[in-house]
Each structure stands twice: as structure tokens, then as C-alpha cells.
């Protein structure tokens, strides 16, 4: 069975600052995915990764795929308070029918 | 603009009672899921569908049916609804065999049993 698994589970940080999301995965897959959730609101979809070493940016988020170490990341750099949201990673073991399996979910909370 | 339509945004049910969550997508794909997320859990898959009267479970199917009539309609029925199955639930769709191509997702229904 896959499990996804992201830390922290919540995090607050100040403006300015850098941080990383961790998302774990126990079954081999070269494709990842990370959603961003606002309050109330729906799912949006922020990067696709589909190989070992990916890396997508967008301007202050940076995620990374390392399909080895079943890892993959998402950097925020000099963080702004428009970031803050809950950020999901997902997996997909399954070619071709994008049948997800979503982390637990990070909580991002930007301090001024 | 592409667009997932779920057709309710607050739902409240009694225990017991049939209920029915409705989806809509107007991107002509194939693939239609319905997640439910619980704090804590993130999200999970209870059913999807890969093509019109084709239906596969997901993660947590229990207590849950679907009905996928039109190739853009997927409905998501609660035969008798408990209280464990108040919850956000979220249909998406997506390409077939695409699989660089990104879920889209409805506003989501948040349903309450009493």
C-alpha cells in the first residue's frame, strides 16, 4: 500500500525567510505532483514532476524530485504572506490514469 | 475557462437518508474521481471513473456508490449516510493516459450529518 507522507504537518514562519516541505513516498514512482489549497477554497495544482531530478519553479516555490530517495521537496525562498495556504504533494503508481495518492498536507501560516 | 461544477457547496443530511453529490466537467475528459479530505488525512480516493458506465474503487469505497450516466456527470451516492461521512468531498477530472496533465478540481461540498 503507498503511503505519502509530508512534514511538518504545520508550519509558521516569518516573511523573508526560507523554508522546505518534505513529502515521503514508500513505493517507486517517477511522478509527483504538488497542489495548493487556500482557505475555503478548492485544490490548484502547482507543479508536475516526472523524473528523477526534476526541478520546477515558480517564482518563489521551488520543488524538486529525487525518485532514489523517494523524496521530494518544496522550497519557499523569502517568503511573502500571499503564500500562506495548506500544500499538498501526490503520487502516482498507477500509468496513465492519474490516480493520486495525496499526503496529509502542510499547513503553511506566513507571520509578518 | 476550464471548469469541475460540484452542484452543492453546504449539504446537511439526516442519518439515514439517501444522498446524492453531483459533478459536472466541462473539458470533455475521460477520467472523474471523487476524494473526500478529513483534517489530518489529506485527501483520499473513494471512486473513479475512467470512461461513461465504468467505475473502479478507490482507497475507501465503504458506504459510498457512484453512477457515471454521461461522459461529463459523475455522482457520488451515499446509500444511508452516517455521521462518519461528514466531510469535504471533492470530485476532480483529468485526461486520459496524460499523465503530465494535472488534476482539475471542484469547489468541493462540505456535508453534515446529524
Known amino acids: 500500500e503507498l503511503k505519502v507522507e509530508q512534514n511538518p504537518l504545520f508550519l509558521s514562519m516569518q516573511e523573508g525567510k526560507n523554508y522546505t516541505i518534505y513529502c515521503n513516498y514508500s513505493t517507486t514512482s517517477d511522478r509527483l505532483y504538488w497542489y495548493r489549497q487556500d482557505p475555503g477554497k478548492s485544490l490548484e495544482s502547482l507543479f508536475v514532476l516526472l523524473s528523477n531530478g526534476a526541478v520546477k519553479q515558480e517564482g518563489r516555490l521551488m520543488a524538486s524530485l529525487d525518485t532514489k530517495a523517494r523524496l521530494s521537496t518544496l522550497h519557499i525562498t523569502a517568503a511573502v504572506h500571499d503564500l500562506s495556504a495548506t500544500y499538498f504533494c501526490?503520487?502516482?503508481?498507477?500509468?496513465?490514469?492519474?490516480?493520486?495518492?495525496f499526503g496529509t498536507g502542510t499547513r503553511l501560516t506566513i507571520i509578518p | 475557462d476550464v471548469k469541475v461544477t460540484q452542484s452543492s457547496r453546504y449539504l446537511v443530511k439526516r442519518t439515514g437518508e439517501k444522498v446524492f453529490l453531483e459533478c459536472v466537467q466541462d473539458m470533455d475528459h475521460e477520467n472523474m474521481f471523487w476524494y473526500r479530505q478529513d483534517p489530518g488525512l489529506g485527501l483520499r480516493l473513494i471512486y473513479f471513473?475512467?470512461?461513461?458506465?465504468?467505475?473502479e474503487k478507490g482507497d475507501i469505497p465503504e458506504g459510498y456508490s457512484v453512477s457515471r450516466e454521461k461522459k461529463e456527470r459523475f455522482s457520488l451516492i451515499l446509500e444511508s449516510a452516517s455521521t462518519n461521512q461528514t466531510s469535504m468531498y471533492l470530485c476532480?477530472?483529468?485526461?486520459?493516459?496524460?499523465?503530465?496533465?494535472?488534476?482539475?478540481f471542484g469547489s468541493g461540498t462540505q456535508l453534515s450529518v446529524l
Open positions: 471513473s475512467y470512461d461513461v458506465k465504468m467505475k
Open positions: 476532480a477530472s483529468s485526461l486520459f493516459g496524460r499523465y503530465n496533465e494535472k488534476l482539475f
Open positions: 501526490a503520487v502516482d503508481i498507477n500509468f496513465g490514469n492519474e490516480k493520486l495518492t
